[in-house]
């Protein structure tokens, strides 16, 4: 079986989820900031990755509440579900197929990451910044979960308003877009090279003259 740079053996499974080489997180980016293009349509104070408020002694129901201090969420944005409220959008992509929703329906995995992202994240953004959350999450063939389901369909719909355009137009671009991005971003986990680039020598210290002997390089050129 051929290893992967991680060491671990690789198949297509594998491809898809392997964090060598960074394409995972150039999925989740591109989502990411496509999101962010369309509320940027219809939304003010649209800011990717903001930093959440320091917290001052809240105490949370969940212990997996994040607490940190550089605790980010992947978009925010205002007047989204009520005038001048924030609300907050967190992306995220798993492949169904990974070993940890084994023996787990579609619909119980696509439960167990937004409860997972829910514990996390949404009691801080109620309580600290009287903001809402958001969830968008794909599988890595672009299956979307409920939540992002309604999120995409509200979003669609204020699109539409602003651009005066069939709510049906603005869901089948959205869609295509989506799908697109998600398309590229397999293929570019499963073609992209997980091997580090190679290393250039440094010139400091180079002798010049000896591999230009070695090779024969200057009676090739005169
Ligand atoms: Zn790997």
Same mark, same amino acid.
């Given at each position: ?68 201090? %550089?605790?980010?969420?992947?978009? $925010?944005?205002?007047?989204? !579900?009520?005038?001048?409220? &924030? /609300? +907050? ?72 308003? %602003?651009?005066?355009?069939?709510? $049906?137009?603005?869901?089948? !671009?959205?869609?295509?877009? &989506? /799908? +697109? ?42």
């Amino acid at each position: 079986m051929l290893l992967c740079e991680c060491i671990c053996g690789n198949d297509v499974n594998h491809a898809i989820i392997c964090k060598q080489g960074g394409f995972i997180c150039i999925r989740h980016d591109e989502v990411r900031d496509l999101t962010a293009q369309m509320l940027e349509e219809v939304c003010k104070d649209v800011t990717i990755e903001p930093t959440l408020l320091p917290l001052g002694g809240e105490n949370f129901r969940y212990r997996t509440s994040n607490t940190s201090d %550089k605790a980010r969420v992947d978009v $925010s944005a205002r007047g989204f !579900w009520a005038l001048g409220q &924030l /609300s +907050f959008f967190g992306i995220q992509i798993f492949d169904p197929m990974a070993p940890y929703y084994n023996n787990l329906t579609i619909e119980a995995s696509h439960s167990l990451n937004e409860y997972e992202k829910i514990r996390m994240y949404k009691e801080r953004l109620q309580n600290v910044h009287q903001g809402s959350l958001n969830l968008t999450i794909f599988t890595t063939s672009g299956g979307m979960g409920p939540r992002a389901k309604a999120f995409y369909s509200r979003l669609a719909e204020m699109m539409a308003e %602003k651009k005066q355009q069939p709510k $049906s137009s603005i869901v089948s !671009w959205m869609r295509c877009r &989506l /799908s +697109f991005t998600l398309l590229r971003s397999a293929i570019l986990c499963l073609r992209g090279t997980r091997s580090p680039p190679p290393k250039s020598a440094h010139i400091q210290n180079l002798d010049f003259e000896q591999p230009v002997i070695d090779s024969r390089v200057n009676e090739r050129l005169y």
